[in-house]
């Protein structure tokens, strides 16, 4: 049963452009968010994470919105560059302390 | 100060085989986890060790299996092979068990097992 769904598996857009994220969970319980970010051949590496007590943290480029009525999690990268390019999972961590995560959105950013 | 290395990168078994993947964690880092990665379904979550003992279990059979040593490497064990046992096993460490607050992983690149 897939609590984090991404139910985008590719997004492309054009460099200097925003590039939207979207991420929705079922489990009310979930308490930390994150975003972790996969180029091929590597593993996946933290990018930017929110507590459910909050509802926006920023870090340069990337800014993570979480709308907790809703159940929604949105990665915002602006401006978007070519290193951008990768598969972008979002994780939400349960009761139990583990790591569920979505099934990821390739992003292509075109010159 | 060396990530997180998991060996082998790439292996190739038969259905009904066995087959063990190893992964050392970042110096210090208690905390192993283990995930699988397959098209379409993101990483699944296997189990996590914690000093040497298993802290959670995700929702696979029994053929799944881990351990952790006292210098905190780990190893999974995956018995009697099957086609769909296909994918990309990951290992993540952290310093703290990821039940114990706020905790980033540190992901491996992978071992990637093909099972025909």
């Known amino acids: 049963d897939q609590q984090v769904k991404q139910n985008s598996p590719s997004l492309s857009v054009q460099e200097g452009r925003i590039s939207i994220l979207n991420c929705d969970y079922t489990?009310?319980?979930?308490?930390?968010f994150l975003w972790y970010k996969k180029y091929p051949a590597e593993g996946p590496t933290f990018l930017i994470s929110i507590s459910s007590i909050k509802d926006k943290n920023e870090d340069g480029r990337f800014t993570v919105f979480l709308n907790k009525s809703a159940k929604h999690l949105s990665l915002h990268i602006v401006p978007s560059q070519p290193g951008d390019s990768a598969v972008y999972f979002c994780?939400?961590?349960?009761?139990?302390?583990?790591?569920?995560f979505g099934a990821g959105t390739q992003v292509v950013v075109t010159p | 100060k060396a990530g997180v290395t998991q060996t082998p990168r790439y292996l190739i078994k038969t259905r009904g085989q066995q087959v063990t993947l190893s992964c050392s964690p970042i110096s210090g880092h208690r905390s192993v986890s283990w995930y699988q990665q397959t098209p379409g379904q993101g990483l699944q979550f296997l189990f996590e060790?914690?000093?040497?003992?298993?802290?959670n279990k995700g929702n696979f059979p029994g053929r799944f299996s881990g351990r952790q040593f006292s210098n905190s490497r780990s190893e999974m064990n995956v018995s009697t092979l099957e086609l769909g046992d296909s994918a990309l096993y990951l290992c993540?460490?952290?310093?703290?068990?990821?039940?114990?607050?706020?905790?980033?992983?540190?992901f491996g690149a992978g071992s990637r097992l093909t099972v025909l």
């Open positions: 489990n009310s319980m979930f308490d930390y």
């Open positions: 994780a939400a961590r349960d009761s139990w302390g583990k790591l569920q």
């Open positions: 060790y914690f000093s040497e003992t298993q802290r």
């Open positions: 993540a460490s952290s310093f703290r068990s990821t039940g114990a607050g706020a905790n980033v992983l540190t």
